[in-house]
């Protein structure tokens, strides 16, 4: 089951709890909790079967959207992939801050930063890779979570950036103890990155705060990497 049913369900037992308790003090009748939690376990069923959980991340996404802090980190996470994939020469076809932004671009309800990725996939389709390619996109998956880190001394996110370096690990043949240890060499490489183009970091996340287009995205980064190093 995904993270992302579990949370509605986690939500529809939260609404039963609640209403079972405030139902009383509003006269509500008890049938109430009970088909408010049937619609919302059964939203979830019909989302994860037909949509493939999109419905529940668009919901989820956009109830987290009302916080600032979180919309904030979100971009810091996103913009740690953007500067670390430019840095490392793997260009960034686009990006989206929100479950719903990435809808609305025709891509599947997550959000985050799009990569030209044809190199990685004709490999991987030969079932083999140049240790120095697989390198490159291990650090840029990672660099979400180092941009946390950095910022934050935590991370939130990143879940489905740890399943990406595993789906691709697992068929080269490593094992769960070679993936964990190359995934934090390369969280260690992405934060290094990181902390040596900081100025050019902080300009990429302004830029796209604002929903800058990629060209003004690269700029940013470009016009002040000479203040980082």
Known sequence: MSQTNLNLIA??????????????????????????????????????????????????DWLASFSPQHRTRIVRHEAGHFLVASLLGIPVTGYALSAWE?????????G??????RELASWLEQGTISSQL??????????????????????????DDRQRLRTVL????????LQEQKERWAALQAKTLLQ??????????DAMQQRAAIEKCYRAIEQNQAQSL
């Open 196 to 205: 040596e183009n900081w100025s050019a970091y902080e300009a990429l996340v």
């Open 170 to 177: 697992t068929p080269l043949g490593f094992s769960v103890s």
């Open 134 to 159: 697989l390198d490159r996109y291990c650090t840029i998956w990672m660099a979400g979570l180092a941009a946390e880190t950095l910022v934050y001394g935590n991370t939130e996110g990143g879940a």
């Open 112 to 117: 985050g930063v799009s990569f030209d990725d």
């Open 102 to 110: 990435a809808f609305k671009q025709g891509q599947s309800a997550q």
């Open 11 to 60: 939500i529809a037992v939260f609404s039963l709890t609640v209403l079972s308790l405030l139902g009383p003090l509003f006269n509500l009748s008890p049938t109430v909790p009970a088909i408010t939690t049937f619609s919302i376990l059964g939203l979830a069923t019909l989302d994860s079967l037909s949509w493939r959980g999109q419905g529940g991340t668009l919901l989820l």
